[in-house]
Nanobody, 117 residues
Framework: VQFVESGGGLVQPGGSLRLSCAAS????????MAWYRRPPGKERESVAT????????YYTDSVKGRFTISRDNVKNTAYLQMNSLKPEDTAVYYC???????????WGQGTQVTVSS
């Protein structure tokens, strides 16, 4: 199992980024997928989740209305569109699956998002 996150970078407040997560080694289309982030000096937190067919999504309060999670079950890829970015969104962003034995699977290296002027 492997998760490869990409798309991070340095962006000014109010800017946008689109993160991608290429997943492999499991049946992607049958798992709920989630994005997490680890802000500097803090623990990892859940940001957004999307069910296996993409019919339901969940967002933590701090990103509602600004972030959009999506997935492509043909490409085995999850996405996180981030708009109206704020300095407090600065973190390393990770994706992972939810359900089954996914709790035993390794985490990817993450992608750094820095929001600063």
């Amino acid at each position: 199992v492997q998760f490869v996150e990409s798309g991070g970078g340095l962006v000014q407040p109010g800017g946008s980024l689109r993160l991608s997560c290429a997943a492999s080694g499991f049946t992607f289309s049958t798992y709920t997928m989630a994005w997490y982030r680890r802000p500097p000096g803090k623990e990892r937190e859940s940001v957004a989740t999307i069910t296996s067919a993409g019919g339901s999504t969940y967002y933590t309060d701090s990103v509602k209305g600004r972030f959009t999670i999506s997935r492509d079950n043909v490409k085995n890829t999850a996405y996180l569109q981030m708009n109206s970015l704020k300095p407090e969104d600065t973190a390393v962003y990770y994706c992972h699956a939810i359900g089954g034995r996914s709790w035993t699977w390794p985490w990817g290296q993450g992608t750094q998002v820095t929001v600063s002027s």
